[in-house]
């Protein structure tokens, strides 16, 4: 099973810290999460800010991040078999993903321990241009290869 995998993030550095994380799976189940605890206004990109922040949710989808990583756990138990991430930005999406997943030193068994880049495969369909809304994004991302 393949799931598609974006994330919004502070800025694009290595010190881009975690805004919002989404999945969407290849039979259409979905997680969504947003960060209270890792990123503060000041860490973000004026596009950020402008583009990002005036789209994210809040609400119940607005966790800390122990929080954020016991519901995306709880999310990959619903899978029976290995799931694949499909990333279109591996060098930050994954890694930002990594951070959130692994816990006390263990990676879910059910998770492949690494990215497929979504650029190199193949689409089936025309993508639209990415609203840069994490659950958004990775809803047109997944829709390009189903």
């Known amino acids: 099973m393949r ?4 994330c919004e993030f502070t800025r694009l550095s290595a010190e881009a810290k975690l805004i919002s994380l989404a999945l969407v799976a290849e039979d259409g189940r979905e997680f969504y999460v947003e960060l209270l605890d890792t990123w503060r206004e000041e860490d973000c990109s004026d596009f950020v ?5 005036p789209q994210l949710w809040g609400g119940s989808y607005s966790l800390p991040t122990a ?6 756990l ?6 029976k078999n290995e799931v694949e991430i499909v990333t279109d930005a ?21 998770v492949r321990n690494f990215p497929t880049d979504a650029t ?12 840069h809304h994490a659950l ?11």
């Open 90 to 110: 591996p060098q930050y999406d994954w890694e930002l993903f990594c951070n959130l997943v692994y816990e006390d030193g263990r990676w879910p068994r059910i």
């Open 67 to 72: 929080e954020a990583r016991l519901s995306l």
């Open 49 to 53: 800010v402008q583009v990002v922040l």
């Open 74 to 79: 709880k999310f990959l138990t619903l899978f």
């Open 3 to 6: 799931l598609f995998l974006d």
């Open 120 to 131: 190199t495969l193949a689409p089936t369909s025309e993508g639209e241009e990415l609203p």
């Open 136 to 146: 958004l994004d990775a809803r047109i991302i997944a829709g390009m290869f189903s």
